[in-house]
C-alpha cells in the first residue's frame, strides 16, 4: 500500500478485527477461521514493531472474544486516536458499517467514557482495563466533539468527519460485498475503496496489486506458492461446468485463458487435495506469467451478508422445516423467493411466502408466523447462525407474506420482459429493483423471528 499511498508510516490504522468462538470436530481437533488462528497466533502477538502496520486497536481487544467489549474498545480507542487514523478497515464491508452502526448506538457512552476518562463498566474483560489504564484519560474536548457530530440526523461523510486523515477504507468490496458500496460511500464521502486481497479459511490465494482502482476493475493474481491451484473450466450463462469428464478435466494455472471463467480447486499445505472452494473466477489478464482474475460469485449461494453464504438447497430445507409448522392451520406455501436486507446495518434475510391458507377461519397466527421464521433459521448452516448469535451480525429473519396470485404476476413480469413461459423458473433469491417494488406493493403482512436461533460452540 506504500507504494500507492504516501506517508502510511506517519500514524495509525483503524482496523475492525475480531475473533470467533472455537469448535471441534467430531474428531477432536479445534476448528476456527483462518484469522481467529492468526490472531491468536504468536505471529501476531509477537510481532515486531512496523511503522506501516501499527493499529490502533489493542490486541487484549481484539482476541477478546466478546464481540460487544471488543467492539467498544477498539471504537474507543478509534474515537481517541482520531487525528492519527490514516486509513480504516475490516475484512469484508459488513465489518465496517456494522461498527458504523455500533457508533450510532454506543457514541453517548462512548463520549461519556471519554469526558470522564473512566470505563463503561459494561467492559469487563480484565486485560481490557488493565490497557484502558494506560490508554484513557479525560478529555472533554473530544467528548463535546464526538457528541456535536453523532447527536444528529445527518451521518452522510460521518467517517471524515470524525477521522479526518483517513485516506482510504481497507475492506472486500468484491463479490457479495459489492451491494455495500453505496452504502460506504455514503458514510465515507467516497473515500477510495481498496480490496487488497482474495483468500479463504482454506487457502490464501492472492493480492490485488493495484489496489486503488475501483471496485469493478478489481483482480487478484494468484500467488503460485499458496498452494497448488487447478481449475474447472464454467459456462457462465448455463452455470455449469465445461468438462464432461467425471471428474472433470483440470486447467493448470499456467493454462488458463483470458476471457474465460473456472472454479477454482486447491490443493494446500494443510492437506485438502483438489479440493473445490466454491469460488467462481474469469481470467481479466496476466501479470508476467501469473493469471490475474476477477471474483465472479461464490457457486450456488442464495443470499449472503455477513460470513455466511446460504445456498439454494439450505434455504429449501428452511422453507420445509417451517412449512410443518403450518400443517395444523391447513397451510401451505405456494412460492416463495428471498432478498438478503441490507439497507440496515446490521442486514437480514427477507423470505417472501405465498400462501394457501385453505380453511380462512383456521389460518395460522401472527405467532405462527413469527415461529416460522425461527425455524428457518435454525435450519440454516452453524455459520449463519453463530453470525446471528455471537456476533450480531445479522438481524432476525423476516417473512413478508404476500397476496394470492403475486408469484404469477412475478411470472407475467418475467415473460414480458422476454423470458421463456416453457422455462421459467421463480427466482429464489431477488435485487432487481421492480421486482421488489412488485412483491413489496403487495404485501399482507410481515413477522420477523422472535428469537435467536439455537447455536452451540460445538458445532463444526
Ligand atoms: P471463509 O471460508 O469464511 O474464509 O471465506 C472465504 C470465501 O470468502 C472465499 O472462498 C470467497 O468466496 C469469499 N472471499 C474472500 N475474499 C474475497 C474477495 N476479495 N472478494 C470476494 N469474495 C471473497
Known amino acids: 500500500m506504500s507504494r500507492y499511498v504516501p506517508d502510511l508510516d506517519k500514524g495509525k490504522g483503524l482496523y475492525f478485527l475480531f475473533i470467533k468462538a472455537e469448535a471441534r470436530t467430531p474428531g477432536g481437533l479445534v476448528a476456527r477461521p ?33 464481540s460487544f467489549q471488543s467492539m467498544y474498545t477498539q471504537m474507543l480507542c478509534g474515537l481517541l486516536m482520531r487525528e492519527e487514523v490514516l486509513r480504516m478497515g475490516a475484512v469484508f464491508a459488513s465489518g465496517l458499517l ?135 473450466p464454467h459456462d457462465p450463462i448455463n452455470r455449469v461446468n465445461l468438462s464432461r469428464d467425471s471428474p472433470p478435466r483440470l486447467v493448470d494455472l499456467a493454462d488458463v485463458e483470458v476471457g474465460k471463467e473456472y472454479e477454482i480447486v486447491v490443493t494446500t499445505y494443510a492437506g485438502l487435495c483438489r479440493y473445490r472452494v466454491g469460488d467462481i473466477l474469469k481470467v481479466s489478464s496476466f501479470y508476467n506469467n501469473a493469471p490475474q482474475f476477477k471474483f465472479i460469485r461464490r457457486k450456488n449461494v442464495l443470499l449472503s451478508i455477513d460470513a455466511d453464504k446460504t445456498d439454494e438447497s439450505e434455504l429449501q430445507k428452511g422453507i420445509d422445516n417451517a412449512s410443518e409448522l403450518l400443517l395444523e392451520f391447513d397451510t401451505s406455501v405456494v412460492e416463495y423467493t428471498s432478498y438478503a436486507d441490507t439497507k440496515n446495518i446490521p442486514g437480514h434475510y427477507v423470505i417472501y411466502w405465498e400462501l394457501l391458507v385453505k380453511d380462512q377461519a ?49 411470472m407475467d413480469y418475467a415473460i414480458s420482459r422476454g423470458a421463456s413461459i416453457n422455462q421459467y423458473k421463480v427466482p429464489r433469491c431477488v435485487s432487481f429493483a421492480p421486482i421488489m417494488e412488485l412483491l413489496d406493493s403487495r404485501l399482507v403482512s410481515v413477522h420477523f423471528s422472535p428469537a435467536a436461533p439455537h447455536w452451540t460452540p460445538q458445532e463444526v
Do not use: H
Not at 481467529?36 to 486497536?57: A, C, E, Q
Not at 479526518?164 to 455514503?186: C, R, S, W
Not at 395460522?364 to 440454516?380: F, G, M, Q, T
Open 98 to 232: 456494522r461498527a458504523i452502526r455500533f457508533l450510532q448506538l454506543n457514541w453517548k457512552q462512548l463520549s461519556e467514557d471519554i469526558k470522564t476518562g473512566v470505563l463503561n463498566p459494561k467492559i469487563t474483560d480484565p486485560s481490557i482495563r488493565t490497557r484502558m489504564e494506560e490508554i484513557l484519560r479525560p478529555n472533554r474536548e473530544l467528548a463535546d466533539f464526538i457528541t456535536e457530530e453523532c447527536e444528529g440526523e445527518n451521518w452522510e461523510r460521518i467517517i471524515t468527519r470524525i477521522w479526518p486523515n483517513t485516506k482510504y477504507l481497507d475492506v472486500i468490496v468484491t463479490g457479495a460485498m459489492a451491494q455495500y458500496i453505496p452504502t460506504l460511500d455514503y458514510y465515507s464521502g467516497g473515500l477510495p475503496l481498496a480490496c487488497t486481497m482474495y483468500a479463504s479459511s482454506e487457502c490464501y490465494f492472492g493480492l490485488n496489486l493495484k489496489p486503488m482502482c475501483t471496485p469493478n476493475e478489481v483482480s487478484y493474481t494468484i500467488m503460485p506458492n499458496m498452494g497448488y491451484f487447478e481449475f474447472i
Open 362 to 410: 383456521k389460518s395460522p397466527s401472527d405467532e405462527v408466523l413469527n415461529k416460522c421464521c425461527l425455524a428457518i433459521e435454525d435450519s440454516l448452516n452453524t455459520v449463519y447462525r453463530q453470525c446471528r448469535v455471537t456476533d450480531n451480525s445479522i438481524g432476525p429473519l423476516e417473512i413478508r407474506v404476500v397476496k394470492n396470485g403475486t408469484f404469477e404476476e412475478l
Open 34 to 66: 483462518v484469522l481467529t488462528g492468526y490472531y491468536k497466533s504468536d505471529k501476531f502477538k509477537n510481532r515486531p514493531y512496523d511503522p506501516y502496520l501499527v493499529y490502533t486497536s489493542p490486541d487484549e481487544a481484539v482476541l477478546c472474544a466478546d
